[in-house]
């Protein structure tokens, strides 16, 4: 198939860099450049002047940070969805809202091909790659790392070097990273090694534990409908909610994670990533759970938790599965109403309190004093038909003996 125009995903990184250029000698084509804002911030400075001079002949800079928050990250959440208990997930989600805007935007200028900088040896190129699938499977997929002979990050760096490339990483800093709203995600390089604490230096949202503040901070999270919608009180948009938090909980030293994970290709690989925001959202909502769903309910959205986070890790967000976990989801978020307290204190996020008018706590049946609502006698029946199997099992054994 002859490839006429093509729409990269590009970050202005060491890799979509290159690929840039790369895709003008091999392809003889067009590439028009197509940029995310999905939080990033700095990371867009200059991004558009870099891509032309490159060779791109447009590049899309698009603000996705809204939707990215409302519709992803926050439906996230109300699956109190982590991967592997410790994965907040904060690159794997953000794949989804990347790659339906870059199908958009090769709808609207006519593109044949789609093309994404992963590597054929991690998980965004199953990612980028399902979700174009899902959503275009007539366009031709483009994977450099699966084509090119350039697969060291020394060979890239050459061949940057010899075509004029700027680069935001240099030899001496070969660790890669990747941010958005969430996270920050840092790997690859020196981090390879997985018995090597990392520089205090790399981190960027969070204060390490010995720097943050000697007091501790209280906060008060309110949820409707089971996504935040103020902070101490005060209402605020997803975004600003998001940025606020980042900041509170980053200054207490919230939200770094060092985890070797597995990916989806059957690699161990190292991560270390911080998630302030996400990390105080994600314990403030499953205990705001605690005292608004049953226990059936609550106990069977754990069980679900795990299967809605690998759904996001595998990179399957558009299949008609995801969206019927959603519907069921959504549907035991609708009396998740409350504010939950929170204290930060170097490192740590502890839930401190917690009310909802849905509560289904109630203090009169809870209580070890006496209740006119709870009679304890009534335990003994409730015990003896809860204990026949094993009373019957028991029976039966002896018999043998």
């Known amino acids: 198939m002859k490839v006429k125009k093509v729409v990269l995903a590009y970050s202005g990184g060491l890799d979509t860099s290159i690929i840039l250029k790369w895709l003008k000698e091999t392809y003889k084509c067009e590439v028009i450049a197509y940029a ?41 959440i109300k ?17 989804p809202v990347i790659a339906k805007r870059q199908v958009e935007i090769a709808r609207l200028e006519g593109a044949d091909a789609v093309c994404h900088g992963a590597t054929g040896k991690g998980n965004d190129q199953v990612r980028f790659e399902m979700a174009f699938k ?11 790392w699966r084509e090119w002979e350039l697969d060291s990050r ?34 690859g390089g020196i981090l390879e090694d997985p018995y090597r604490e990392p520089d205090e230096s790399m981190f960027i949202l969070t204060k390490s534990p010995e720097e943050a503040p000697d007091k501790p901070a209280y906060i008060e999270i309110e949820f409707k409908k089971g996504e935040p919608v103020a902070i101490d009180g005060k ?117 401190v309190g917690r009310k909802s008018d849905d509560s289904l706590y109630s203090a009169d049946i809870a209580t070890f004093d006496a209740s006119t609502l709870y009679d304890q006698k009534d335990a003994t029946g409730f015990l003896n038909l809860y204990g026949l199997p094993i009373k019957v099992e028991a029976m039966m054994r002896n018999r043998k003996k």
């Open 36 to 76: 995310a804002n999905i939080g990033q911030e700095e990371e867009l400075d200059g991004l558009e002047a870099k891509a032309k001079k490159t060779g791109a002949s447009k590049c899309y800079i698009d603000d996705l940070t809204e939707d990215f928050v409302k519709n992803y990250i926050f439906q996230a």
């Open 235 to 351: 209402k605020m948009k997803p975004v600003a909610l998001m940025k606020k938090l980042n900041k509170i909980a980053g200054e207490n030293g919230i939200g770094r994670v060092d985890i070797v994970e597995n990916r989806l290709v059957g690699i161990k690989s190292r991560g270390v990533y911080e998630t302030p925001a996400g990390t105080v959202l994600m314990a403030a909502h499953r205990d705001l759970e605690s005292i608004t769903l049953d226990r059936d309910t609550q106990h069977f959205k754990d069980n679900l938790a795990n299967e809605y986070a690998s759904l996001i890790y595998n990179g399957l967000w558009f299949t008609r599965k995801r969206e019927a976990l959603d519907a069921l989801i959504n549907k035991t978020q609708e009396l998740v109403n409350g504010t939950v307290r929170i204290k930060l204190y170097k490192g740590n996020c502890m839930i």
């Open 79 to 95: 699956a109190n969805a982590i991967y592997e208990d410790r994965y907040l997930l904060g690159t794997s989600i953000a794949r």
């Open 154 to 187: 020394s060979k890239l760096f050459d061949y940057a070097e010899k075509h004029g490339i700027p680069l935001p990483i240099t030899k001496d800093k070969p660790y890669s990273m990747d941010r958005n709203i969430l996270h920050i995600s840092y790997e």
């Open 134 to 144: 899902g959503l275009a499977p007539d366009l031709k997929i483009i994977a450099p």
